[in-house]
Each structure stands twice: as structure tokens, then as C-alpha cells.
């Protein structure tokens, strides 16, 4: 009803200005950024706090930056900065940065930074992030997490200056590793696991798919009761390049589904996360990753089980 339709959309939360934290910088340059960090984050609190909408800080850093939180005395300057204050999100935001597949080092200085922050009762948000994030939002997760900012083609990750964008490609997100997989990524797994295999009738074969692989309101679907449908999330067209070069780019009906297809698999991340044990998403976690990794990645399982030996003990 028209009661219920809200015209004027709300913020969800205010986030307050700040500095970018480069790995360039020397402990008394980072001393002076966060000075300033500090200082803008104060005037914010000051100036809406009539407002009624809750405020966060935002963290910016560079992996280097992140690394050096290992020292204690660098730790100790970014909890000095952010402990005070009547707020209590404050946003990460680590530039070209995955949990999963940065450096021992780097991901063991991320694991402290978050750790220090929830000793000081403030909630950090993932700016950019993947399922690995999201699964950390759980309340039982001893590397806390309060949320994971992201939507359709925003990116798990992301540098903090701008670069432009490639191509688009035809990508689907794969369930059981909550990966975004090119193509010939998920052909790779789809037919080592006999869902291409024409001695199969076409029906058991996708509802194989459903069982295994994904059931979203998206894939039934458009597959239905004949797998073969599945070629559908890899339509392209040609196009020629200003240079004159031939390419292929997705249809706009694929670049749809694989989007719908995106959406309801993070609606499902998230109440997992609400409703099923933390350690069993995890064991779960790494036994996709051991089942279907391999086809398109021999390092993931390894990092998966970093991973895990960071955040998730």
C-alpha cells in the first residue's frame, strides 16, 4: 500500500571523512594522518550528533600499511585513534585486499586489527569483501566482523585508486566455493563432475545440479528440467573494438540472471549465517573448496586452511 512505500530513501549510517593510510608512510607521518583522522571523526561526531542516524569512522589503509600493525607500537596508534568516541562501526577498507589470498603475514596483522577493535567495543564493517568476511559476521566468529558491504558487480575486493575497468565477461557465482568463476571455470568443474555427460538424461542431470550444486529460485528456472539450459548463463554477442579487434561480451539477458543468480545465493550466505553453527559453515566451507578448487584453483585449498588457522580459531 502506499503507507507502506517509502518515498524518501534513509541513511543507513554516516560515515565520518578521513585520511588514507599509504605504506610509503613513516611512523611519524602515520602518527600525523591518524592526528588528523582523529580530529575530522570528532568535528563529524560533533556536528550530527542531532541528526539520529548512527556514524562510523572508515579505516584506509595499503597492504604495507596493514603489515606493519604486526609491530605492537603501530597497532597501539590506530586503537588510540579510533577507541573513543560515541560511535560504533567503523569501516575497513585495505586496498586490492582478499583474507583469503593475501600473505601469511598481512592476513595474521588483519586478524589483530580486528580483534583490537572488538576489544575496544567498536564493530568493524568490510568495505569490500567475500563470502570469507561474510562468514566471519557470525556471532560465535573470534574474529568479529559486523557486516559486509557489497551488491552485484561492486567487487570483493577493490584498489583504493581507481583503475578502469576491463571487458565484461560471463561470470556465474559458484555456490559451493562462493566464488564469482569465469566460464571455463565452471565448465571445467561442471564437466569433471559428468553434468555435460550425455549418457545422463538431461533431467537428472540438473536436478543433480540442485542438489549439489545450486537451487536458487534463478537456476530452476532457467534450466527447468533440462540442464542443458545452463548455456543460457553463458550467452555472449560479438562486438568489434575501436581498434577494430572482434570480442565477445555477454547478453544483457545473461548479465540479468547471473546478477538474480548472485543475489539470492547472498540471501542464502546471510541466513546461514543467522541460523547454522559457526563451525560447521567452516567445515563445510573447506570441504567445497577441497571438492570443487582444484578444477580452476591448486592454491585455494591451502589458503582456505590459512584462512581458517587466522580468523576462525
Known sequence: SDSNFVKDP????????????????SYADINKWL??????????????????????AQLVLEKGALERLNDQQQMNSIINTYQNGAYDYIFIWVD?????????????????????????????????????????????????????????????KRQIT?????????????PPTHQRLNTEQVSQILFANGYFDNKKPKNVRANEFYAHICSC??????????????????????FTMRNGINRNRPTQEALDIAARHFLYNKRFEWQAIANEDFYTLIDNYKLDIDR?????????????????QNYAK
Open 96 to 156: 586490492d585486499f582478499s583474507p583469503v589470498e593475501s600473505d601469511l603475514s598481512i592476513s595474521q596483522a588483519f586478524a589483530k586489527l580486528i580483534k583490537n577493535l572488538n576489544d575496544i567495543g567498536k564493530k568493524p564493517i568490510m568495505s569490500y569483501g567475500g563470502y570469507d568476511s561474510i562468514v566471519l559476521c557470525h556471532k560465535d566468529s573470534p574474529t568479529r566482523l559486523y557486516g559486509v558491504a557489497q551488491s552485484v558487480g561492486y567487487g570483493e
Open 10 to 25: 534513509q541513511p543507513k549510517l554516516l560515515i565520518a571523512p578521513y585520511f588514507m593510510i599509504k605504506s610509503s608512510y
Open 217 to 238: 529460485e534463478q537456476c530452476v528456472e532457467i534450466i527447468g528440467e533440462n540442464f542443458d539450459n545452463f548455456y543460457k548463463f553463458n550467452m555472449s554477442i560479438p
Open 292 to 308: 570443487y578448487g582444484r578444477y580452476y584453483d591448486r592454491n585455494l585449498y591451502s589458503h582456505i586452511e590459512k584462512w581458517i
Open 162 to 174: 581507481p583503475v578502469g575497468g576491463g571487458l565484461p565477461v560471463n561470470k556465474y557465482y559458484f
Open 35 to 56: 592526528s588528523l583522522n582523529k580530529l575530522s571523526l570528532e568535528i563529524f561526531l560533533e556536528k550530527f550528533a542531532n541528526y539520529n542516524y548512527p556514524i562510523a
